[in-house]
């Protein structure tokens, strides 16, 4: 039997997963998340592909994961392609492995991007 102490632990720090929104399929965990550190924001950029005031820095869009069993475009070997549910083929994202860059304007190399829009956060 599990001591209070040991029950309000795991309540303080709940398992956390991502959820695809459209058919609810898991597909992802918080620990299959890859960190990045936050970059300059729009500063990163070449000015072409700027689209504000250069001083704020966005909250990031996108979660970045580890490759999993389920993004089949990976399986099948492709270098880069668009990332879709394995349930209802939904589009969550895409994947480089040569990378991509975060809107918050960090470069992350490979680079499996799922869309924060796509998906939903989840506490278990």
Known sequence: MESTTEISNHNEN????????KCRRIVASKDQIIPHEPGNG??????????????????????????????????DGNVEQKLQCIGCNARLGSFNWAGMQCNCGAWVNPAFQLHKSRVDECRV
């Open 14 to 21: 709940p398992q956390i997963i991502y959820r695809c929104k």
């Open 42 to 75: 729009q500063k990163c950029f070449k000015w072409k592909k700027r689209t504000g005031d250069t001083n704020t820095t966005n909250e990031c869009s996108s979660i970045f994961v580890e490759p999993m069993k389920w993004m089949q475009a990976v399986e």
